[in-house]
């Protein structure tokens, strides 16, 4: 047994943890574990509370509305412990991996693959924002697949509604967790924080899983920065010629500047593209 790590007595009454490290975020380390019951895996987010200082007062509140969401596209909470420097939550195992690496090794996905994945992400934010949740964090190292070796594997959305407590504003700018390309503009311009910072984060998705590249370019993160305020990116010809006009309107509609005129997730889960309705419009097989 690890000795310098203590779990909480409640949480070791029902749950082994086991030595499986799953990933490293920017707040968490998550383990691996098995509830004693049933011998069921799940995954063990360890959160330190030096991390969500001064909003200590949040944390039981938010997580217990978290704790309440049930979605097959959304990594679902099942407990929760707490010791003096840590908050531990029990969540759904999500054995598949990140989007993120997914992403790293095909390069980029058919427009049929990526519309069943923007498909999945939008009815899952469709859920949180109908429960009034702003996710705030949509990247592809946020989606996870459900099973591993599974091309059909369900995407869930993880770490929602946690950016509330763990991040003020001013860490968006000094982020340790790399360059934040998927930021919407009014969060950077500190004018919006709503359910539409979401789509635009789908938006970002969308364009990279299609391209390979990201819409939104900097050298650093100061010139990424100018890149997202400006709104503006290209479907450069070279990788975007044999892309639908289908699947571009879907990414104009979500890169929307103007984050009321920006489409909903509901809108957008109705769009051919996403429906496959229209032969001509839908995504190309
Ligand atoms: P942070 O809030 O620090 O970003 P995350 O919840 O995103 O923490 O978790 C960090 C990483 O741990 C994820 O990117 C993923 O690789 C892994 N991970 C998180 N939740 C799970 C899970 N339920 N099942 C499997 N792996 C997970
Ligand atoms: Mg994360």
Redesign the pocket.
């Known amino acids: 047994k690890n000795v310098d790590q203590a779990y909480p007595e409640d949480l070791e009454r029902e749950y082994t943890v086991t030595k499986k490290t ?7 380390v ?1 383990k691996e574990c098995i509830r004693k019951s049933d011998d069921k895996p799940f ?1 063990l ?1 360890i959160i330190l509370k030096k991390v969500i200082a001064g909003k200590e007062h949040m944390l039981t509140s938010e997580l217990d509305i978290l704790k309440s969401v049930r979605h097959p596209n959304i ?1 679902s909470m099942h407990a929760l412990y707490e010791s003096k420097d840590a908050v531990y939550i029990i ?5 598949g ?2 989007l993120f690496q997914q992403l790293l090794q095909k390069g980029s996905y058919t427009e049929k693959d990526a519309s069943n994945l923007v498909r999945q992400m939008l009815e899952g934010l469709a859920y949180l924002h109908d429960n009034d949740i702003v996710h705030r964090d949509i990247k592809p ?2 989606l ?1 697949f459900d099973t591993a070796n599974d091309e059909d594997s369900k995407l869930m959305i ?2 929602f509604g ?1 950016s509330k407590i ?1 991040k003020h504003h001013d860490d968006i700018l000094m982020t340790a ?1 790399g360059t934040p390309g998927y930021v919407a503009p009014e969060v950077l311009l500190q004018t919006g924080h709503g359910k539409p910072v979401d789509l635009w984060s789908v938006g970002v998705i969308m364009f990279t899983l299609l391209s390979g590249y990201t819409p939104f370019w900097g050298e650093d993160q100061a010139s990424l920065f100018e890149s997202i305020m400006s709104g503006k990116y290209e479907f450069d010809e070279e990788y975007w010629s044999e892309i639908s006009d289908s699947a571009k309107n879907l990414i104009d509609c979500l890169l929307t500047f103007d984050p009321a005129k920006r489409i909903t997730a509901k809108e957008a889960m109705e769009h051919p593209w996403i429906t496959g309705d229209q032969e001509e419009a839908g995504p190309r097989t």
Request: aromatic share 4%; proline share 0%.
């Open positions: 799953l990933g490293v975020g920017s707040f968490a998550v995954a987010k990594v969540t759904d195992l999500a054995s991996g990140e190292e946020n996870l993880t770490d946690l763990l967790c």
